[in-house]
């Protein structure tokens, strides 16, 4: 009798607690609408305060503006290039335009930034830009993060394009460094016009490949790859990242990007294919126009290579990582890469594939003995120096270091000399979106030997007019035959290869990259006009 008390005393509260719930039903729908309303009116009012001081701020300055959003405007690398000549050639075309930068460099003021420029890239503006400062980069750097690093980084450029947005309002936005998430912030609340350059994608369907087959990466670590449970779990954190990064691209009324190879991931990730267009980046192939293609070993190459030498400055210098006496020797002896020292670039590769070519030579003049490694790279922190120190100790256990050497931070004539004396350019990372490096290799006059994957595969390293232009290889014995068919090519086989990717190479130019630029923003352009 007590049980059967106890169980319509459980069934009375049970129906009590659902007649509750059932009424609050009602009252949270109607709180739910109220406070979307309440939101969406917040965003309408921050959206016409915004419009009115862009409005303010044109009437003051009597014409529209251009702000270009890139924190790290100072950083002297490829998506910095492509910042300055774009600037360049909007301020030739636009003269009643006035341009912006949005930037993350502290201590530095904008004519020191200018001047970094002009010395880096040889680059002039025709007219003054204005810098905005922006306080919080440290919202999208990497180390702030070290779990969930895109979503972190994502949300942060969130928090820093709006600090961006209240201290200027553009009528013409353009995301210049990849962070897409700033998108939706200036289109919606700013009310602007939105464009993007898309060096590399945040996410992509390779990254989700590389969980989905557990491989261990530089970016997926080994303690996940061996774990089935944290590759799924990885594999949908990634899934649901690349949805809401589609969503912040798609926003974007011209995207722009550098390659085919980053062409594919963004049409798979924004799905807008009637906005999206290649536009190169610029590489500086005109430095190296200079250089005399001629074959190694003939007499007459001579007076060419003593003409080039007196005007780097070489004179009598010993010649980079060669260490002969003529061009020749020294053109057949070295093999150069170019390439910042971080963990994607694969620099153990490089050596490691060094290796198997020495295995292969024999001893003697022409063997291993006359062949040298140089690995020429910049160092951006302390990460990076402590890379290049396990890099040597892996020369060091496989008996390499007398014949690799390391040229950290080098000016760019002594860039262009190490290009200039060497028979290989070496490139070895996986799905590199471009490859400015390799382009640079080749306008030189080296051999290029480059990753069989992204950029140098599908844009670079192709046939010119039927003829080859470089050599391709995805693994350690496939670099070693690589390297060691180049280095028994003929003088005339080589010459052949050298002057097709030379010729190959001039639609990399700023011209052709300043062309089509002002043709993919001209639409948007024209209308900030009117």
Not at 170 to 189: E, H, K, N, Q, W
Not at 190 to 219: I, W
Not at 249 to 263: A, F, R
Not at 286 to 299: C, N, Q, T
């Amino acid at each position: 009798m007590a049980g059967q008390d106890h169980q319509h005393h459980f069934s009375l509260c049970f129906c009590d607690l659902m007649r509750l719930l059932w009424s609050l039903v009602v009252p949270c729908a109607y709180l739910s609408l109220f406070l979307t309303l309440v939101l969406l009116l917040l965003l309408l009012g921050l959206r016409m305060w915004m419009q009115g001081r862009r409005k303010a701020r044109r009437a003051r300055d009597g014409g529209p503006a251009v702000a270009f959003f890139h924190p790290y405007c100072s950083a002297g690398g490829g998506g910095e290039r492509v910042l300055w000549c774009s600037l360049r050639a909007l301020m030739h075309r636009y003269p009643g335009v006035s341009f912006v930068v949005y930037t993350g460099d502290r201590g530095v003021t904008g004519e020191q930034i200018l001047e970094g420029a002009r010395q880096r890239f040889n680059i002039t503006l025709p007219r003054p830009v204005t810098f905005i400062f922006l306080r919080h980069r440290v919202l999208v750097e990497a180390t702030s993060y070290p779990h969930f690093t895109l979503l972190g980084q994502s949300a942060g450029s969130m928090f820093l394009g709006w600090e961006a947005l209240t201290a200027f309002v553009p009528d013409l936005y353009v995301d210049s460094m990849g962070y897409a998430f700033t998108l939706p912030i200036f289109r919606y609340l700013g009310g602007c016009t939105v464009a993007s350059y898309v060096h590399y994608p945040t996410v992509s369907t390779d990254m989700l490949s590389v969980v989905r087959e557990r491989n261990p990466r530089f970016n997926n670590a080994d303690f996940i790859s061996r774990n089935p449970l944290l590759s799924a779990v990885k594999v949908v954190y990634y899934c649901c990242f690349a949805l809401l990064y589609g969503l912040a691209g798609s926003c974007s009324d011209v995207i722009m990007v550098n390659s085919t190879w980053t062409l594919g991931h963004i049409l798979a990730l924004w799905r807008s294919p009637s906005r999206t267009s290649i536009v190169y980046p610029p590489c500086d192939v005109r430095a190296f126009l200079d250089v005399p293609l001629e074959e190694e070993d003939e007499d007459e190459t001579e007076e060419g290579w003593e003409e080039l030498g007196r005007e780097l400055g070489s004179g009598e210098e010993e010649g980079g990582g060669g260490g002969g006496g003529g061009g020749g020797d020294r053109k057949c002896r070295s093999i150069v890469s170019v390439g910042q020292f971080r963990p994607e670039k694969d620099h153990r590769l490089q050596i490691r594939a060094f290796r198997k070519l020495l295995d292969r030579k024999g001893a003697g003049p022409g063997g291993q003995e006359s062949l040298r490694l140089v690995l020429v790279g910049g160092c951006r922190n302390q990460e990076d120096e402590e890379r290049v120190l396990m890099l040597r100790g892996l020369c060091q256990e496989l008996g390499v270091s007398d014949q690799v050497d390391f040229k950290l931070n080098i000016p760019f004539e002594e860039l262009k000399r190490e290009l200039v004396d060497a028979t290989v350019g070496l490139h070895t990372m996986w799905n590199e979106h471009f490859g400015i490096g390799v382009v640079e290799c080749m306008a030189a006059g080296t051999i290029v030997l480059a990753h069989k994957s992204g950029g140098p595969k599908l844009d670079i390293v192709v046939p010119y007019e039927g003829g080859q232009t470089g050599f391709l290889a995805d693994s350690e014995d496939s670099y070693a035959a690589a390297m060691d068919t180049i280095l028994a090519l003929s003088p005339a086989a080589r010459l052949e290869i050298r002057r097709n990717a030379r010729r190959s190479v001039e639609r990399f130019s700023d011209q052709e990259f300043e062309a089509c630029f002002l043709a993919a923003t001209e639409s948007l352009m024209s209308k900030l006009e009117r």
